[in-house]
């Protein structure tokens, strides 16, 4: 089966980088893809690795390491509005199962 | 991207009444639509695979007699939940892939969700 583990909270400084670390779990590894969720909104796709290394999109990165079943979301510039809960996902067959997600509260 | 739209946003129902969800996708055709739901600052936690023109795969765990699934045509899912209870007020939130943009496999695009309350 597939579990994936990363931590529940996460605070930071406005401005600030933070790091949101998930290791996996899986019976046949497709690539980590990561999600944002603001509160009472739907998942918006953020970022995917399917390779070992980084993958920058603007103020965010992704990390993947497959040898160590391990990935990251890195926000860069942190803004208020970044307050919002991150999912890792992997696929499993052709569905997506979702990580339990991490809630980032941003301090002024 | 794709858009995903979702109807209703939410509704308040009396326990043993059923309640419809429609998800549409409106710029795609999507032969596979999924289901999630969630409960307040948990995760999604996938209920069943919705296939256009052959029957949802559930989850272990799902009552597919409780949770019934139609998709009818390449852009409309519907779940029904029948002879609701209270237990089953939560956000269900519908997503479908686009295969032929994106990351493909790897990305799903989501609906608003709906708030499901039952009274």
């Known amino acids: 089966g597939q579990s994936l583990e990363q931590p529940s909270e996460v605070t930071a400084v406005e401005g600030a980088i933070v790091q949101i670390n998930c290791t996996y779990q899986?019976?046949?590894?497709?690539?980590l893809s990561w999600y944002q969720q603001h509160d009472g909104g739907a998942p918006t796709f953020l970022s995917y690795?399917?390779?070992?290394g980084l993958e920058e999109t603007g103020r965010f990165s992704s990390f993947l390491s497959r040898s160590d079943s391990y990935g990251y979301l890195l926000l860069q510039e942190l803004q208020m509005k970044d307050s919002a809960s991150y999912f890792c996902?992997?696929?499993?067959?052709?569905?997506?199962?979702f990580g339990k997600g991490t809630r980032l509260h941003i301090l002024p | 991207g794709a858009v995903v739209s979702q109807h209703p946003s939410r509704v308040i129902c009396k326990s043993g009444t059923s309640v419809k969800i429609e998800c549409r996708s409106l710029?795609?055709?999507?032969?596979?639509m999924f289901w999630y739901r969630q409960f307040p600052k948990k995760s999604l936690m996938l209920m069943a695979t919705?296939?256009?023109?052959?029957?949802?795969?559930?989850e272990q765990g799902v009552e597919k007699d409780k949770f019934l699934i139609n998709h009818a045509s390449l852009t409309l899912s519907t779940l029904t939940v029948t002879s609701a209870h209270p237990e089953d007020s939560s956000f269900y939130i519908c997503?479908?892939?686009?295969?032929?943009?994106?990351?493909?496999?790897?990305?799903?695009?989501f609906g608003p969700g709906t708030r499901l309350t039952v009274l």
């Open positions: 997503s479908a892939r686009d295969i032929a943009g994106g990351s493909g496999y790897n990305e799903q695009f």
């Open positions: 710029d795609f055709q999507a032969t596979t």
């Open positions: 899986t019976s046949g590894f497709y690539g």
């Open positions: 996902a992997v696929r499993r067959d052709d569905k997506i199962i």
């Open positions: 690795n399917g390779l070992d």
């Open positions: 919705s296939n256009e023109g052959s029957k949802a795969t559930y």
